[in-house]
């Protein structure tokens, strides 16, 4: 059974300064998406991460993927506050189904 | 959006009771999935669709039954309604992006039990 495992789970931050979510599975897997997710709203993809080795950027936030490590992590350089949200990440072990098991997400809040 | 509503939006029903959620899609995707969200527990998938009248079991569909006699609908039906299955539910689809795939979700129901 495939696990993914997102630490910290709550994160309070100044503005201006650096962070990372930590995305860690239990199971070989190439494919891995992150999500965000505003109060009350949908979910939204940010990234999709293919491969070894794949890093991903944009704006404030950069996510890479590390299969052999089965370790993925989305960086976050100088918070704003606009950045206060949860961050999912998610993982792809079906084959063709596209299914994908999500981690329990990350409260980001970014203190002015 | 992916073109994705699901209805109701928000519903208030009592133990015991069938309630039908309903996702729907205005292009055309060929996979579906339903999943429920509660604290602590990020999303988990109930159940999903690979086709018309193609559905399979995700990771907690005990409690629920699906149908996709179309293309554009994927329900889903508490038979008796329990007050743990008091969640938010998110209808998604699988949209082929380049190599892969990616999931876009619906607005969301807010479904209480009492």
């Known amino acids: 059974e495939l696990k993914v495992e997102q630490n910290p789970l709550f994160l309070s931050m100044q503005e201006g300064k650096n962070y990372t979510i930590y995305c860690n599975y239990s199971t070989t897997s190439d494919r891995l998406y992150w999500y965000r997710q505003d109060p009350g709203k949908s979910l939204e993809s940010l990234f999709v991460?293919?491969?070894?080795?794949a890093v991903k950027q944009e704006g404030r936030l950069m996510a890479s993927l590390d299969t052999k490590a089965r370790l993925s992590t989305l960086h976050i350089t100088a918070a704003v506050h606009d950045l206060s949200a949860t961050y999912f990440c998610a993982v792809d072990i079906s084959g063709g189904y596209q299914k994908v098991t999500f981690g329990t997400g990350t409260k980001l809040q970014v203190i002015p | 959006d992916a073109g994705i509503t699901q209805s109701p939006r928000h519903k208030v029903t009592e133990t015991g009771t069938p309630v039908t959620l309903r996702c729907h899609q205005t292009?055309?995707?060929?996979?579906m999935y339903w999943y429920r969200q509660d604290p602590g527990h990020g999303l988990r998938l109930i159940h999903y669709s690979y086709g018309v009248k193609d559905t399979d079991k995700g990771e907690v569909s005990d409690g629920y039954s699906v149908s996709r006699s179309k293309t554009e609908d994927f329900l889903l039906t508490l038979e008796s309604a329990t007050s743990s299955q008091t969640s938010v539910y998110f209808c998604?689809?699988?949209?082929?992006?380049?190599?892969?795939?990616?999931?876009?979700f619906g607005p969301g129901t807010r479904l209480t039990v009492t």
């Open positions: 998604a689809i699988s949209e082929p992006q380049g190599a892969t795939y990616e999931q876009y």
């Open positions: 991460l293919l491969s070894n080795g």
């Open positions: 292009e055309n995707h060929r996979y």
